[in-house]
């Protein structure tokens, strides 16, 4: 059983930075590959970034390249997702994920474990 904790939400200005960890409980983070994904109101769960289990791996949607980056530490059981230039469309509840495995997976239902949650909220 793997345990997902967010922070480092908040409510910042278009244009800010906000870094989200996601610490994870358990001796075999170093084999999870992890993701985030994020929920806008009234809108589905979307994937956002992923990274490979050894960290040298990985994938983010169109749409958060080259203004998002996630990275891990899997001395610290942390996985990041730095994010620049936020715009007001980014504005959601973001989600970190994890599964037993090495590929930077992009689909929700590849996960087994999340977290509850951190709320970013974007103003103009």
């Known amino acids: 059983q793997v345990q997902l904790v967010e922070s480092g939400g908040g409510l910042v200005q278009a244009g800010d930075s906000l870094r989200l960890s996601c610490a994870a409980s358990?001796?075999?983070?170093?084999?999870?590959?992890m993701g985030w994904f994020r929920q806008a109101p009234g809108k589905e769960r979307e994937f956002v970034a992923a990274?490979?289990?050894?960290?040298?791996?990985?994938n983010y949607a169109d749409f958060v390249k080259g203004r998002f980056t996630i990275s891990r530490d899997n001395l610290k059981n942390t996985v990041y997702l730095q994010m620049n230039s936020l715009k007001p469309e980014d504005t959601a509840v973001y989600y970190c994920?994890?599964?037993?495995?090495?590929?930077?997976?992009?689909?929700?239902?590849?996960?087994?474990?999340w977290g509850q949650g951190t709320q970013v909220t974007v103003s103009s």
């Open positions: 358990g001796r075999t983070f170093s084999s999870y590959a």
């Open positions: 990274i490979t289990s050894s960290g040298r791996g990985t």
């Open positions: 994920a994890a599964r037993d495995g090495s590929f930077a997976y992009t689909n929700e239902y590849d996960y087994t474990y």
